[in-house]
């Protein structure tokens, strides 16, 4: 199993950052994706993912953030635009059925810095 996120880095707030995360193709390809983000501290969360009545964000990310995916890349992409420093988390790809699922392979993660 591949989930290799990059794109992470220290911004300051305000500014943008895209993530991106290449998936095993083969695996992946016919599930929904999403992005999750885990802060110090904090537990895992769901940001944004694909769903087939159109992208769901949560409500602190909404009209910042912009999910999408290149299927014949097998990459999924976070657009991050107005960070914040509530934003600062390590950010993982997964599909939204193994996520659930306990000891499911999440990869390392990018690591997003916004600082005020």
């Known amino acids: 199993v591949q989930l290799q996120a990059s794109g992470g880095g220290l911004v300051q707030a305000g500014g943008s950052l895209r993530l991106s995360c290449v998936y095993s193709g083969s695996i992946f390809s016919s599930e929904i994706m999403g992005w999750y983000r885990q802060a110090p501290g904090l537990e895992r969360e769901l940001v944004a993912s694909g769903s087939s009545g159109g992208p769901y964000y949560i409500d602190s990310v909404k009209g910042r953030f912009t999910i999408s995916r290149d299927s014949a890349k097998n990459t999924l992409y976070l657009q991050m635009n107005n960070l914040k420093p509530e934003d600062t988390a390590v950010y993982y790809c997964?599909?939204?059925?193994?996520?659930?699922?306990?000891?499911?392979?999440w990869g390392p993660g990018t690591l997003v810095t916004v600082s005020s």
């Open positions: 997964n599909s939204l059925t193994r996520a659930i699922i306990k000891g499911a392979a």
